[in-house]
């Protein structure tokens, strides 16, 4: 079957770094999304991946290895304002979206 | 208004009651979607529309019936649902659908079944 996994919840500080990890195994790949969701919003594009490599956006990087099913989201200099779930998603051999479960990351000051 | 809408933004209803959501965007996309978001759960794809033709039906039961009248328009057609439905719905839309375009959501209708 298809999978992806991200971890639940993560706590972190502001002006900190953080890394959001998700790997994921699905029939074939044709690139990986992360969506940002604050708690009663729209989820909205932040990334999508499908080279291997860091791709550079602002505060926020993704990561993507392709032989190792896996890919990180990293935020940098923590905002209370990046408390939201984070989802990973990946497109598959029939471009269909497979999305992970969500991790939840938590600000404190 | 720009991007994608849905209204209500809030329903209860009863197991025996009809109602529909709506879902308009205003981005000329030619794919639009539903899902299905419970907590801690993945988002759950239920259906699919690629230029105003259905092109997935994930195992949907029928008691949810989609209706896409144009490219820019999209509803989900509810009746005699179950409490287990009660979940958060988003409609999102895409360029089109077969290519590995983002998908731009809409604030969804979080639906209450008593």
């Known amino acids: 079957g298809q999978n992806i996994d991200q971890p639940t919840e993560m706590t972190a500080t502001e002006g900190a770094i953080v890394q959001i990890n998700c790997t994921y195994q699905?029939?074939?790949?044709?690139?990986l999304f992360w969506y940002q969701q604050h708690a009663g919003e729209a989820p909205t594009f932040l990334s999508y991946n499908v080279l291997d490599g860091l791709e550079e956006k602002g505060r926020f990087s993704s990561f993507l290895s392709r032989s190792k099913g896996y890919s990180y989201l990293l935020l940098k200099e923590l905002q209370m304002k990046d408390s939201a779930s984070y989802l990973c998603?990946?497109?598959?051999?029939?471009?269909?979206?497979?999305w992970g479960a969500g991790t939840k990351l938590i600000i404190k000051p | 208004e720009t991007g994608v809408t849905q209204t209500p933004r809030h329903l209860v209803m009863g197991m025996t009651n009809k109602k529909s959501l709506k879902c308009e965007q205003h981005?000329?996309?030619?794919?639009m979607y539903w899902y299905k978001q419970s907590a801690k759960k993945p988002l759950e794809l239920m259906f699919v529309?690629?230029?105003?033709?259905?092109?997935e039906n994930n195992s949907v039961p029928s008691r949810f019936s989609p209706e896409c009248p144009n490219s820019s328009h999209l509803f989900l057609h509810l009746h005699t649902l179950q409490p287990e439905d009660s979940a958060l719905y988003l409609c999102?839309?895409?360029?089109?659908?077969?290519?590995?375009?983002?998908?731009?959501f809409g604030p969804g209708t979080r639906l209450t079944v008593t």
């Open positions: 699905t029939s074939g790949f044709n690139g």
């Open positions: 981005l000329g996309h030619n794919a």
């Open positions: 998603a990946v497109t598959d051999s029939n471009y269909q979206l497979i």
């Open positions: 999102a839309s895409s360029q089109r659908q077969g290519e590995a375009y983002e998908q731009y």
């Open positions: 529309y690629n230029f105003k033709e259905q092109t």
